[in-house]
């Protein structure tokens, strides 16, 4: 615990204007972001006597260890910079309302030659209009389903329509008249786009001109005797109304607005949301967040659309916003709306009719939801809560485990060896945190030494953050004369936006790694080493777990030794009998059957058994897809199709003269040199095997070669199952 008068600013050495304050904590991680009219007299209520501080204030500035500040011209930039700031450096101590779900959106592809209406979730394309959110996605589907029969405008997939029109036959939408097929040119480009705006303007609520056309319509082919005809419209018409029915009409005056409420306590705030378009509830949403600083409702609200509205612009921001607090003061936060749409927006609370009413509604809403979010938190707050201090007592620890990692070591009968880290937090999974290692200390398979290998490539990591911060002096806690090397120095490498291994059940992005070390799933590009942002290895834990017995035990805590590290506990647990065993022990712990600790132990171990061996097939499904042309240096994905493309399979190219090669576009005479090279020098494939019948295939026979596009299946010995059980 700090005291704020070590690290407190010097008087007079605070500017008294607008700007955006930052704390941070003795690692250099930024703990707190806001925001001032005047620096000066809101950063000295911090510095006062801590007994007038409320407790949360008090826990944040003693967690502090120092505090920055950015001067800046207006209150509207102010804004601006602390909606910014929260973003990139996520601090601990400010409200983040954590959303519990991904909402569906009914997105319109028009950025496309032939706009698509699909299901969209996550974060918004340009080009893409967006209608919702939606509370599911089902819900989306029926609306569709519905106006497609008066603007049947594509729904399918990239690769659904590219088949259609190769084929020359249009899918079942298009047969029935639910689709206007202009895969196969029933329909111009022109007028499709025209279909999918004129369905967009029905959505935005304009519903009017298009019942009274189809009314129109209808009369016109009654008039004229066209008697199935005007029963479709009569049908359309019907469809359309239906589809209105599902979001009823809640303001008279077809009001485009967004209604904020919030219900709070003590210690938990939760807001709701409808968005109102064209005097219908068109979308639904809402928060839940810690009231981690003392906040008022004003400034909850202030928040909340900083994050409901930081990421949009145009129309997503309505004309008209009403909220049950206004944030003080209000002109920099209406002027910042008025910003992001291009045009006046308006601020306020409710005060009669049709609007305060359906205000009332919104905040029962969030009343409700507040309760349904204590009720499932309570038992499972009680629960991690009993498992971590029944874990800090059998393994007489001095407090709970706020923070482990478990490691767990994976490969194929020695092959691929990798290892991975998974971090629990307060009981709960912080994948962001998660790392993966490829072991590159030895060849074969030895799980002690790999497991020694990646406790101490992660803890001399851990030591070089220190000293970069300058927690220590240099060189201090490299014990034993162990200095860094040239290569545990680099900075970490570019980012990726594969995926990589590992991006099932919602692991996340994979990010790049150095050659050394290992690699992480991140968000986005806050992963850098400076200015408080998120550092791969720079946070200790309070344990180490490791899947595995004694000897495992013993590695991990020998490499903390020989790094000097004493205050990280270490402990095994063992797959057979779930033992728990400690480092210089004879014998195992042995928790309860049915202890919450060794339930919590449990999942943190299986976690890092699954990110392993996701990580491992991965890595074992890549070299098996690697073939001959990956080999030649500067040549892309892109060239490597088209030759596949133009000579059909690797077999054919091989043979090849250069001056063929050349004529595939793209491929100049050095690359195609190139090429032939590196294939006159590659091993050729072996025949292709039908698996079914055991016959061997040859290439000319219709069995192409393995390559890129269609990647083989290697043929391996035993059933999938006894294949499994090779891996490790």
């Not at 485009?256 to 068109?282: C, K, N, P, S």
């Given at each position: ?669 050095k690359t195609a040199e190139t090429v032939a090279a ?46 499994r059980g090779q891996e490790r």
């Amino acid at each position: 615990m700090a005291d704020p008068s070590s690290y407190r600013p010097r008087p007079g050495e605070i500017p008294d204007s607008p700007g955006v304050y930052r704390f941070r904590d003795e690692h250099r991680r930024v703990i707190y972001v806001g925001k001032a009219k005047s620096l000066r007299q809101r950063l000295a209520n911090y510095f006062q006597d801590l007994a007038n501080l409320h407790p949360r204030t008090r826990t944040m500035v003693t967690t502090a260890a120092s505090v920055e500040w950015t001067v800046v011209s207006t209150e509207v930039e102010a804004l601006q910079l602390e909606y910014s700031w929260i973003k990139e450096y996520d601090p601990r101590f400010n409200v983040k309302y954590r959303d519990d779900k991904s909402y569906p959106y009914l997105a319109v592809t028009m950025n496309e030659e032939f706009p698509r209406v699909q299901v969209m979730r996550g974060h918004k394309k340009k080009g893409v209009r967006y209608f919702g959110p939606y509370g599911h996605a089902w819900a989306i589907r029926d609306t569709v389903d519905l106006l497609l029969r008066v603007f049947p405008v594509r729904t399918c997939s990239a690769g659904v329509f590219k088949n259609a029109a190769r084929t020359g036959r249009p899918c079942l939408l298009g047969y029935i008249g639910k689709c206007s097929a202009p895969c196969v040119g029933r329909i111009t480009p022109d007028d499709h786009w025209d279909l999918a705006d004129e369905f967009c303007d029905f959505m935005a609520g304009r519903t009017g001109t298009y019942l009274r056309r189809l009314e129109r319509q209808m009369a016109d082919a009654a008039e004229e005797m066209e008697y199935e005809r005007a029963a479709r419209l009569r049908d359309d018409i019907g469809a359309l109304r239906k589809a209105m029915e599902k979001s009823a009409v809640v303001l008279a005056d077809a009001t485009d607005a967004d209604l904020i409420a919030v219900a709070e306590d003590e210690l938990e705030a939760a807001v709701q949301i409808f968005h109102v378009r064209g005097g219908r509830v068109r979308g639904q949403r809402g928060w839940v967040t810690d009231k981690v600083e003392e906040i008022t409702t004003g400034a909850l609200v202030e928040h909340a659309l900083q994050q409901l509205y930081g990421e949009e612009s145009g129309d997503a921001v309505p004309k008209e916003v009403l909220v049950p607090a206004l944030p003080d003061p209000v002109e920099p936060v209406q002027q910042w709306l008025t910003e992001r749409r291009g045009s006046g927006v308006s601020l306020r609370i409710p005060q009669r009719g049709d609007k305060k009413a359906l205000m009332e509604t919104v905040q029962r809403n969030a009343q409700q939801a507040l309760v349904l979010h204590k009720t499932k938190r309570a038992s499972d707050l009680t629960t991690r809560s009993r498992a971590l201090e029944e874990i800090a007592e059998a393994l007489d620890l001095d407090s709970a485990p706020l923070r482990v990692e478990c490691y767990d070591i994976s490969h194929l009968q020695g092959d691929d060896v990798v290892a991975s880290m998974v971090v629990f937090e307060d009981g709960l999974a912080r994948k962001s945190e998660y790392r993966r290692f490829q072991i590159k200390g030895f060849e074969g398979q030895d799980d002690v030494r790999s497991m020694h290998e990646v406790i101490t490539r992660r803890f001399r990591r851990y030591l070089a953050e220190k000293e970069k911060t300058g927690e220590w002096a240099d060189g201090e806690g490299l014990t034993d004369g162990e200095q860094r090397t040239e290569d545990e120095q680099r900075t970490d490498g570019g980012q990726r936006t594969d995926g990589g291994a590992g991006t099932d059940a919602g692991a996340g992005t994979a990010g790049g790694a150095g050659p050394d070390d290992g690699e992480a799933l991140t968000h986005g590009p806050a992963l850098k080493d400076e200015d408080g942002r998120p550092k791969r290895f720079a946070y200790p834990p309070q344990l180490v777990v490791v899947d595995g017995g004694q000897p495992q035990v013993a590695a991990a805590q020998r490499a903390l030794d020989e790094l000097g590290i004493d205050d990280v506990a270490v402990c095994g647990l063992a797959k057979r009998l779930e033992e728990v065993w400690l480092p210089r022990e004879a014998d195992p712990v042995v928790l309860p059957r049915t202890s919450e600790g060794l339930y919590l132990l449990q999942r943190v171990r299986d976690e890092a058994h699954r990110f392993a061996i996701t990580y491992q097939r991965a890595k074992r499904a890549k070299r098996f897809r690697a073939g001959p042309l990956d080999e030649v240096p500067g040549l892309g994905e892109t060239r490597k199709q088209a030759l596949i493309k133009h000579f059909g399979s690797v077999k054919r190219l091989r043979s090849a003269t250069i001056d063929q090669i050349c004529e595939v576009p793209g491929i100049g005479r050095k690359t195609a040199e190139t090429v032939a090279a590196a294939l006159a020098g590659a091993t050729p494939a072996g025949p292709a095997v039908n698996t079914a019948t055991g016959e061997i295939m040859d290439d000319e026979d219709g069995a192409p070669e393995t390559t890129a596009d269609a990647p083989g299946e290697p043929v391996s010995a035993g059933t999938p199952d006894e294949r499994r059980g090779q891996e490790r």
